[in-house]
């Protein structure tokens, strides 16, 4: 099985630090993905990677950075940490080629930043 | 551009009940159709997905959904619901040509009464 894992499941920060969640999966995907998940809103893409090193920017990637050093692990960086980013944040994981595969998911990571 | 619209925010029904849950897109190209199940406090895992071929897809746990081009529709169904259906169900769509530009709808939240 597939499995994407989430470091952090519950994290509280203060307003100003900076925040790393990291996400590591272990089925050679070369998609990984950053969402943030929100009452009403459904899942909005922060940021996309298709390979080490290669990013997009998604619909909400303001005060948000990444990084993916290596293929199997993919990096939320917030670099400042404001009382709005509170929030759940999943990773997820795909195969590249665009033929409808599955996006296999974290178990999220619960962010509340006071 | 595309859109998800889960008609529903939450649907109430007794357990051993049929369910459908409402779902409808928006899109000038062609796309792949998904439904994902998020239990309390997990990531989202699929459910089923329509890429082509019949219109009525099986999915996992006794889920159904039938795909009508005509209408723009991706329904889910189930014929008798138990305790353990009790979940946010989230419909998305994706492009043929990407594999980043997954759109989710807002989750529509499914409560099983005894």
């Known amino acids: 099985d597939v499995k994407v894992t989430q470091s952090s499941r519950y994290l509280v920060k203060r307003t100003g630090e900076k925040v790393f969640l990291e996400c590591v999966q272990d089925m050679d995907h070369e998609n990984m993905f950053w969402y943030r998940q929100d009452p009403g809103l459904g899942l909005r893409l922060i940021y996309f990677s298709y390979d080490v090193k290669m990013k997009e920017k998604g619909d909400i990637p303001e005060g948000y950075s990444v990084s993916r050093e290596k293929k199997e692990r993919f990096s939320l960086i917030l670099e400042s940490a404001s009382t709005n980013q509170t929030s759940m944040y999943l990773c997820a994981s795909s195969l590249r080629d665009t033929s409808g595969n599955t996006i296999y998911f974290g178990e999220g990571s619960w962010l509340t930043v006071v | 551009a595309q859109s998800v619209t889960q008609l529903d925010s939450q649907v109430p029904v007794f357990e051993e009940a049929p369910v459908e849950l409402r779902c409808n897109y928006s899109?000038?190209?062609?796309?792949?159709l998904f439904w994902y199940v998020q239990y309390p406090n997990q990531g989202l895992q699929l459910l089923l997905k329509?890429?082509?071929?019949?219109?009525l897809v099986k999915g996992i746990n006794g889920f159904e959904a039938e795909f009508n081009k005509s209408q723009t529709s991706f329904h889910l169904r189930k014929p008798s619901v138990h305790i353990s259906d009790t979940a946010e169900y989230f419909c998305a769509v994706r492009p043929y040509s990407s594999a980043s530009k997954i759109i989710f709808g807002s989750g529509t939240r499914l409560s099983i009464r005894p």
């Open positions: 329509y890429l082509s071929g019949s219109t």
């Open positions: 899109s000038s190209v062609s796309v792949y």
